[in-house]
T-cell receptor, first 109, second 119 residues
Framework: DAKTTQPTSMDCAEGRAANLPCNHSTISGNEYVYWYRQIHSQGPQYIIHGLKNNETNEMASLIITEDRKSSTLILPHATLRDTAVYYCISKTSYDKVIFGPGTSLSVIP | DTAVSQTPKYLVTQMGNDKSIKCEQNLGHDTMYWYKQDSKKFLKIMFSYNNKELIINETVPNRFSPKSPDKAHLNLHINSLELGDSAVYFC??????????????????FGPGTRLTVL
């Protein structure tokens, strides 16, 4: 089962790209990497997931290293509404999702 | 339309009381979950149900009893409430029911949370 480590907090200037790193060095070959975020006082929100290839959707891009030991979530043009805690997910068996402490991202005007 | 809804949003009660939190999802998902987020903001899974059957039961006091009358509903009943039960409780649902835990359709949709305060 993969365990993830993320920086505790990060700042990003509004309009700039926010790059949030995650280490998952023990991830197994068939485990996906998921990213969620939690805006203050709301339920967590799914952002994106990937296995081996880089992924992009309307919210973000996910870059996974070739060895799959780490990934980076990219918010291309951060806005104030992107201020949230971002979770890189460690998956265990049968849908059990383990949320770590995440990275608290502050987007600064 | 709200995908995952919870009621009530806030719940304030005395120690020793029994209370319930209701959760409904209109996404047609097979799997539903309860999570607890404590004051330190750690989000921990409590239970998971797949098609009304319990599949994950973490180390949770037996004062907590989930009930799933159908696959669209997963309610949480708490007996003999204690101060340490104060937290935000989130309900969630996901489509995947394969059990492999590796499906690409494993994204979870969360409700808005219920803030429980035990006095």
């Amino acid at each position: 089962d993969a365990k993830t480590t993320q920086p505790t907090s990060m700042d990003c200037a509004e309009g700039r790209a926010a790059n949030l790193p995650c280490n998952h060095s023990t991830i197994s070959g068939n485990e996906y990497v998921y990213w969620y975020r939690q805006i203050h006082s709301q339920g967590p929100q799914y952002i994106i997931h990937g296995l081996k290839n880089n992924e992009t959707n309307e919210m973000a891009s996910l870059i996974i290293t070739e060895d799959r030991k780490s990934s980076t979530l990219i918010l291309p043009h951060a806005t104030l509404r992107d201020t949230a805690v971002y979770y890189c997910i460690s998956k265990t068996s049968y849908d059990k999702v383990i949320f770590g402490p995440g990275t608290s991202l502050s987007v600064i005007p | 339309d709200t995908a995952v809804s919870q009621t009530p949003k806030y719940l304030v009660t005395q120690m020793g009381n029994d209370k319930s939190i209701k959760c409904e999802q209109n996404l047609g998902h097979d799997t539903m979950y309860w999570y607890k987020q404590d004051s330190k903001k750690f989000l921990k899974i409590m239970f998971s149900y797949n098609n009304k059957e319990l599949i994950i039961n973490e180390t949770v006091p037996n004062r907590f009893s989930p009930k799933s009358p159908d696959k669209a509903h997963l309610n949480l009943h708490i007996n003999s409430l204690e101060l340490g039960d104060s937290a935000v409780y989130f309900c969630a649902s996901s489509q995947d029911s394969t059990g492999a835990g590796t499906s690409p359709y494993n994204e979870q949709f969360f409700g808005p949370g219920t803030r429980l305060t035990v006095l």
